[in-house]
């Protein structure tokens, strides 16, 4: 069985920056993948918490235009999780 190959961070941003130019219906989609995939553990990093919950809830209300509201209760989720560290 062929092992997946592991998909780096730096290559995830040089994709999504490009898509963000050229097709922002497929950015988003990519980022929605990355966060609700492999690269979900990123939403715990220590960025801000509340550029973190802006960003996720400009995904969700992307996602609500698109009628495509499983990635929107999966996003709703990802918010709850990400608290304010003490």
């Known amino acids: 069985m062929a092992k997946k190959p592991t998909i780096k961070y730096e290559d995830i941003l040089l994709e999504l920056i490009t898509l963000r130019e050229t097709d922002y219906d497929a ?3 990519r980022l929605y993948d990355a ?3 492999e690269f979900r553990s990123i939403a715990h990093d220590k960025s801000p918490v509340p550029e973190k919950r802006e960003a996720i ?3 969700i209300k992307y996602f ?3 009628e495509q509201y499983e990635k929107c ?3 709703k989720k990802l ?3 990400i608290k304010e560290k003490p």
Do not use: R
Request: proline share 0%.
């Open 73 to 75: 209760a999966d996003l």
């Open 57 to 59: 809830w400009t995904m």
């Open 27 to 29: 950015f988003m989609d």
């Open 35 to 37: 966060l609700a995939g």
């Open 64 to 66: 609500e235009t698109k």
């Open 79 to 81: 918010v709850e999780e």
